[in-house]
């Protein structure tokens, strides 16, 4: 018998719902244990050691004060959530509504040069904390202000990137061209499928790239 292999499902928001703020004191809920496609941002914000994400099918451990941060078209699943999980889900568009909160989301989901995750200080829970509070219940709110939420989820982000812990690199540098071929990439790679478009772009040879 051939093996079969199966679609990886897309997971989108309900239709006309913007953003969802979830909590999980370990129960787990089918959609996360098998594999699913994201089409949305979404931050699992880790309150104790408990559990572990698969993102891209690679597994990380829950640790207390790590936020996992996995973007649109990633895949991710978990057999077990933890104790004490809270999750941030908004669509695209939804808080990248000038430039700086554009950077400011790709400033937290960027996984260029870090796994996809941010550990922040015991500093952060207050902060956290308090704004974790007033967005959930905001959204419980039958008049529910979306811009209100936005502007709630811009500031978590920034809260976390302040506290967030700048991870050891072992006295390796990073190369800056891998930052501006990504970021090529990303702007160029509907047109422009060739690797010599890149490598001209940058000055370097094909091989090199």
């Not at 990886?8 to 959609?31: W, Y």
């Amino acid at each position: 018998m051939s093996n079969i292999t199966l679609p990886i499902p897309k997971l989108q928001l309900i239709l006309g719902e913007p953003f969802r703020a979830l909590e999980f004191s370990g129960i787990q809920e089918a959609p996360f244990i098998e594999p699913h496609r994201h089409e949305y941002w979404e931050i699992v914000w880790c309150l104790d050691n408990s559990g572990t994400q698969s993102i891209d099918f690679v597994e990380y451990q829950n640790r207390l004060g790590r936020l996992f941060t996995i973007s649109p078209g990633q895949v991710h699943h978990s057999e077990f959530m933890g104790k004490n999980i809270r999750m941030l889900i908004f669509r695209p568009g939804f808080a990248e509504t000038n430039p700086r909160s554009t950077q400011l989301v790709n400033s937290v989901f960027s996984t260029i040069d870090r796994p996809p995750y941010l550990d922040c200080s015991e500093e952060s829970f207050p902060y956290l904390e308090s704004i974790y509070t007033l967005i959930k219940e905001e959204c419980e709110r039958e008049d529910c202000d979306w811009d209100l939420v936005e502007s709630l989820i811009n500031s978590f982000l920034r809260y976390a990137l302040r506290f967030a812990k700048t991870p050891s690199q072992k006295g390796e540098q990073k190369d800056a061209r891998i930052v501006q071929l990504t970021e090529l990439i990303e702007l160029n790679y509907r047109e422009q499928k060739k690797c010599q478009f890149y490598s001209d772009a940058l000055a370097l040879t094909s091989k090199r790239l």
